[in-house]
C-alpha cells in the first residue's frame, strides 16, 4: 500500500483507540512511521519516540530485505 504524501501523524490519532496493533513501516527509511499504543507495547518499546528511533535495518535478514523490495 502506497500513502498519500500528505498523511500526518496526527491524522493517525484515531487508530490509537484500537487495541489491536498497528503500525506503519517506511520501506524505503527501513524504519518505523508510526505506530498505535498497542503496537508500541508489542514492540517492547518504552515509547512511540523510541519505536521509531529504532534500527530495523541493522538486524533485517537479507530475506526480509529481499522480499520488501
Known sequence: MI???SLSHSDCKTL???STPLWIFDIDRK???WANA???ELWDAPSLESLLERDFASDMSRGT???LN
Open 38 to 40: 498497542a503496537a508500541v
Open 31 to 33: 524504519a518505523m512511521w
Open 3 to 5: 500513502l498519500p504524501a
Open 16 to 18: 490509537d483507540a484500537i
Open 65 to 67: 530485505e529481499i522480499r
